[in-house]
């Protein structure tokens, strides 16, 4: 009788919850595999609303966040946190995502209680140790302590091979990210925020183009960010023929430039992080969107959404050569002349909503399921790959 492996599942952003959701789901489906959730809490409320939506309730969280918690503090709280539960748990293996102070931790954690770990969207590079910072270290060190890793494309695969990993503990799966996106977006869906689903209306009997704003990168903190959100007002100003809705994240770096450039602006619609429903479905109805995120840079392309990303580097330079995504970096005068291009030329728009999407179809939780129960031996054959 084969026995059961407890898988744990760490994770502490919402954009982690996101992408461990689908993989939370097909653990559970799987009948010698038993997830346990394991959630730091490095972002308390908006990781809430994607526990929410995606109907995760942890076995431990560790709650972690603290008022304006510095880097350093909340590594040393996740990795203590973490430790505890591993001593008392012994998982057959841990599960990290991406590149967040938690992804970095739980890697940690597992090593110093020898518990293999894999790595979910494993291989990510920019090769610049602070662009993003502090992501393209801390997803750099976990690759150096992951014993599975988990590529969304064969480029990722690529940079890991050209690292000394070996072959046999890459799996191509795709991203689970377009796992939750895909299952998520409806066309009837029926937005939970009142007001965003009114100025969403107003604007579409208006015939405005949605465009569709979020930024938040450590990097960009300080003058770019200014900058980033100035040259977003000037496209207000300028272009009474869109509306523009801003996700404004809490950290006062971002909320504080955000707020005094929107100031009084009309057709501008200010709004909270968003439960991941509203998020995905809006992102459907955008006509382009501006964004330091890398985790957009693989959902918008899946919607046929442009994205002008603003930094300088990315470590998905498939969407570049897919042409889906566009780097703009932080100057105001280039981000707002993209912007405008995109909005009066049909044949520039065209060419980068119908690129197709390099980074999954929809299947990618169900590849690293599969892998896993390949390498505890609880099948023989090594499972199919993505191929985009």
Request: overall charge negative; aromatic content about 6%.
């Amino acid at each position: 009788m084969t026995s059961i492996h407890k898988v744990a599942v760490v994770f502490g952003t919402r954009p982690e919850a996101i992408k461990m959701a689908p993989v939370i789901t097909a653990l559970r489906s799987h009948p010698h595999l038993q997830p346990l959730v394991v959630v730091t809490a490095q972002h308390r409320e908006m990781l809430d609303q994607h526990l929410r939506h995606f109907a995760i309730a942890p076995d431990y969280d560790l709650n972690i966040m603290t008022h304006r918690q510095g880097l350093t503090d909340a590594t040393v709280r996740a990795i203590q946190g973490l430790a505890q539960v591993f001593a008392q748990e012994r998982p057959a293996v841990v599960l990290v995502q991406g590149d967040t102070t938690t992804t970095f931790a739980g890697a940690l954690a597992a090593f110093h209680h020898q518990i293999p770990v894999g790595h979910i969207e494993a291989g990510l590079r920019t090769y610049d140790p602070y662009s993003p910072f502090p992501e393209e270290m801390h997803r750099r060190l976990t690759g150096v302590l992951a014993h599975l890793h988990f590529a969304a494309t064969p480029a990722a695969r690529d940079n890991l091979l050209r690292e000394g990993v070996s072959p046999q503990r890459i799996f191509v799966t795709g991203n689970t990210t377009i796992d939750s996106l895909l299952q998520t977006v409806a066309g009837d869906y029926v937005f939970g925020d009142g007001e965003l689903a009114v100025f969403l209306d107003q604007a579409r009997r208006q015939g405005l183009r949605l465009v569709l704003v979020e930024v938040h990168r450590r990097e960009n903190f300080g003058p770019a960010m200014v900058g980033i959100w100035q040259a977003i007002a000037r496209l207000v100003r300028t272009r009474p023929d869109i509306a523009l809705v801003a996700s404004i994240h809490r950290n006062p770096e971002v909320r504080g430039p955000a707020q005094a450039a929107l100031e009084g602006l009309p057709r501008v619609h200010k709004a909270e992080p968003l439960p991941y429903g509203d998020w995905a479905n809006l992102m459907a109805r955008s006509y382009f969107m501006i964004t330091d995120s890398g985790g957009l840079q693989e959902e918008a392309p899946s919607l046929g959404v442009p994205v002008l990303v603003t930094r300088e580097k990315t470590e998905r330079p498939e969407a570049v050569a897919a042409g889906t995504v566009r780097l703009v970096g932080t100057d105001p005068e280039t981000i707002y002349d993209e912007a405008v291009r995109l909005i009066e030329d049909p044949a520039a728009h065209r060419a980068m909503a119908q690129a197709a999407n390099p980074f999954g179809d929809g299947r990618a939780a169900e590849r690293t399921v599969a892998a896993l129960a390949y390498d505890l031996g609880l099948t023989e054959h090594r499972p199919e790959e993505f191929v985009p």
